[in-house]
């Protein structure tokens, strides 16, 4: 895609990524995209960007640099991943993922994790495309009332 810039996230691209987000999951959402893109913004263990196209942000990807945990010494970890649906299908998402795998790979992170729902093909295609694979890792969850 001819124009496409990945560039770190500011904290000025919340407002779009909020507005992405909510196109692709179509309801409302209690994110605090602000908080997220101030973050990624000044580098506190987030690792982030955005795709722009034409000027537009398009795409973003949210991931984060975890350290000793559970066995892993130094592993990141994509927590969001979205792109316009206009502009889905055209290599957005492949461009920040391998942003990301290039951040990684000059700081000496050799484990990238991520978590995707069962029914989200779509997705599990995205990230299968990208050469990820189950991991030793099961997710688990309590539900706290």
């Known amino acids: 895609m001819d124009n496409l810039i990945i ?6 691209d919340a407002g779009i990524v909020d507005r992405i987000y909510k196109s692709i999951v179509k309801t409302p959402t209690p994110i605090n995209f602000q ?24 795409g973003y990807m949210i991931s984060y640099i975890l350290s000793g945990g559970f066995g892993i010494d130094k592993g990141a970890w994509i927590a969001m ?7 889905m299908g055209q290599g957005i998402g492949k461009s920040l993922a391998t942003e ?16 995707v729902r069962w029914d989200s093909v779509d997705l599990l295609s ?3 495309a990208m050469d990820f694979d189950r991991s030793h890792f099961i997710n688990l969850r309590k539900v706290l009332e």
Request: glycine residues 8%; aromatic residues 14%; charged residues 30%.
């Open 81 to 87: 991943l979205g792109v316009d649906p206009k502009y």
């Open 7 to 12: 560039r770190e996230m500011k904290e000025e």
């Open 35 to 58: 908080r997220i893109c101030e973050e990624a913004s000044q580098g506190r263990g987030a690792v982030s960007f955005v795709a722009e196209y034409d000027g537009n942000v398009v």
């Open 126 to 128: 995205f990230f299968k």
């Open 100 to 115: 990301i795998f290039r951040f990684c790979k000059e700081k000496g992170i050799q484990n990238i994790f991520t978590s």
